[in-house]
């Protein structure tokens, strides 16, 4: 096995970093930087990022280990936005993000194929759920991704939209996920949020560390990721 050093090394981390500072909004994997924006320069047929139900809560629940998502509440996309689909019990809330829950400059925003289950902490389904909501909500009405940022600006020095609270996390291990185009369902991995920050406070970014860290300026975040070596099914997900 190789050792810790080796495992991340500065060399692979460039391109991570470059990506995710195009702009992550709930995440979605580095190599989202081999896509350009005018790969998907507007959004498709609302039928082309729909799933069926059963298939939807089933993906949501694949986000994390069955010990978590079983008493979670699942979200399904609705005609108008995002709808519980199953009450939950233990303050998780699951649901498959699409491309337009990453920042608003990111590549996949529009990209109709991204299915991005995630399951967030309660703590993360208060202050950074609302976030995926209202830009869910505002991609249905019809609006632009230049009238999202405003949206997004104004919700925010509003406070309508709020900063991470402290412990905010998500869990991001299934399978059957598809984050990009040139990563499909790339690592298995935990996410945590907190209001911008420096990354190295968490010693993330740095060589022979696991965290990969980045700020986005729109959402007045920074989302620190850490790999993990399983799926949430327990098998083993790809070597880093």
Request: net charge neutral; glycine share 8%.
């Amino acid at each position: 096995m190789e050792d810790d050093n080796r495992r991340f090394p500065r060399r692979r981390l460039a391109p991570v970093i470059v990506a995710l500072m195009v702009g992550l909004g709930t995440a979605f994997p580095p190599q989202a930087v081999a896509q350009t924006p005018s790969s998907y320069p507007t959004m498709a047929p609302i039928e082309h990022y729909r799933m069926a139900r059963d298939a939807e809560i089933a993906m949501a629940r694949s986000a994390a280990p069955e010990s978590i998502s079983r008493d979670a509440e699942i979200m399904v996309l609705g005609q108008h936005g995002f709808d519980t689909a199953v009450k939950g019990t233990n303050g998780f809330v699951c649901l498959v993000e699409r491309g337009w829950s990453a920042g608003v400059n990111d590549p996949v925003f529009w990209n109709p194929k991204i299915r991005g289950p995630i399951c967030l902490n309660a703590a993360a389904a208060r202050s950074n759920l609302p976030n995926t909501i209202k830009k869910t909500e505002w991609v249905l009405a019809g609006l632009t991704r230049e009238q999202i940022s405003e949206k997004l600006k104004a919700a925010l020095e509003s406070k309508e939209l709020t900063p991470p609270e402290p412990g905010s996390m998500c869990y991001m291990m299934s399978k059957d996920g598809y984050l990009s185009d040139s990563a499909g369902h790339w690592h298995p991995h935990l996410m945590f949020f907190v209001p911008g920050t420096d990354a190295k406070a968490w010693g993330a970014n740095l060589d022979g560390s696991p965290m990969l860290a980045a700020t986005d300026p729109v959402e007045r975040l920074t989302i620190f990721m850490l790999p993990v070596s399983n799926w949430s099914d327990g098998t083993p997900g790809p070597s880093m």
